[in-house]
Nanobody, 124 residues
Framework: VQLQASGGGLVQAGGSLRLSCAAS????????MGWFRQAPGKEREFVAG????????RYADSVKGRFTISRDNAKNTVYLQLNSLKSEDTAVYYC??????????????????WGQGTLVTVSS
């Protein structure tokens, strides 16, 4: 199983990026998928989660209204649209997958699989 994250880069404050995470090795169409991030010198934190249908999402308070998570089960891929970026959004972003039983929840507490991370740097 492999989760390949991409889309990170350098962007000015106020700008946008779209992160993608493509899964291979098995299908995750009934799993929760999400994103975490880790800023320099800080612990990894939850950013956003989405349930298997895409009908339920959950966000960290710090990104609500600016980030949008979505998924395409046909492509086994989860996305994170980052808008109105701030310098404090600078971090390595990791995609994650948890479960697989068609839960309605968008919470990721103990992910089963992690992507390799993609760096987002926001310049002020």
């Amino acid at each position: 199983v492999q989760l390949q994250a991409s889309g990170g880069g350098l962007v000015q404050a106020g700008g946008s990026l779209r992160l993608s995470c493509a899964a291979s090795g098995r299908t995750f169409s009934r799993a929760r998928m999400g994103w975490f991030r880790q800023a320099p010198g800080k612990e990894r934190e939850f950013v956003a989660g989405i349930n298997w249908t895409g009908g339920t999402t959950r966000y960290a308070d710090s990104v609500k209204g600016r980030f949008t998570i979505s998924r395409d089960n046909a492509k086994n891929t989860v996305y994170l649209q980052l808008n109105s970026l701030k310098s404090e959004d600078t971090a390595v972003y990791y995609c994650a997958v948890e479960g697989g039983y068609g839960s309605g929840s968008a919470d990721l507490n103990e992910p089963d699989y992690w992507g390799q991370g993609t760096l987002v740097t926001v310049s002020s």
